[in-house]
């Protein structure tokens, strides 16, 4: 694999010459609908492992990754970084410094494990997003202390702790080289508020797995701000897998990260003790997985264009002008 981009008409779809010789080909690939942009170091794709909630759990995933060939950009967590100890946290970051990965850590608390009832009535409420002053400072304290302790990458699920982080990033509070990573439940679903979310600070943006493909061409054309997509998605993200679909995706949508997800899996966060035996057998499965989605883009003559491993910086991205 390397970091020359996939060409607009060179990315074949399953079955297309079978297809094509009993007269049911599909339409031709429009250059039109291709993305435009890729990342900073040329490539269209990266990878990222997600739900890796803790030490063991990331050692699960190294070690599968390496036994099975699958190259690994980015591993995130999803439980909070409040769910760790600086131990914890200081052994997955050296963990995956080891291996070039970036490590990207969960800020909370959130919504769904507030106080509040809203977000356990059939509308959701407010969701992931962080309630009251407290709940945005203890993402903010979150920020700093797992920045402290090395990590460079930050999960956010709530818009002001989102431009609340970048403003301190832009003040030199936290690292200028951190990045900030949009949760897929506050992802956006259209091309306005795909760029709001850039303009706010983020660096890489998660978007629901059911957006149609027209759709990601649709946002292409006012963002260049990295995506992440769940190619297989945790059941209560909707349980798609879109596999067969990747070279497609990535077509459109690149510069684009992969997500390794699961589905028909119990959730695992808060993560703690008592879930770790689905934890570790979850982990080493989502590698699985993602060794059959770069076997499919292989055999689709579509596994060119991946990002050197290492890379994590999302190049210039448009961003809200913030006032003194």
Known sequence: MN???????????????VLTALGLGPAPLSPADASPHSFPDGGSWRTEVPSVEGPEALGV??????????PVHR???GSGIWMLTDAEITEMVEGCAERDIELCLFTGPRGTWDTG????????GAGLRSRGHDALAGCVEDALRATGLGVKCLLVADEGVLWTLHRLRERGVLPADTTFKV???IGPVNPASYAVFEQLGADSINV????TLAQFTEIRRVSRAPMDLYIEAPDDLGGYVRMYEAAELIRRGAPLYLKFGLSKSPGIYPYGQHLRELALATAKERVRRGRLALDLLARHGADGGMSPLGSRLPGPLNRFGISS
């Open 117 to 124: 009832a809203s977000v356990r009535t059939d509308s959701g």
């Open 61 to 70: 995933v190294l070690k599968e990754s390496a036994r099975l060939d699958v």
């Open 75 to 77: 591993i995130s967590q």
């Open 183 to 185: 949760s897929a439940l």
């Open 208 to 211: 629901p797995s059911d957006l």
């Open 3 to 17: 970091a020359t981009p996939v060409s607009s008409a060179g990315a074949r779809r399953p079955g297309d010459a």
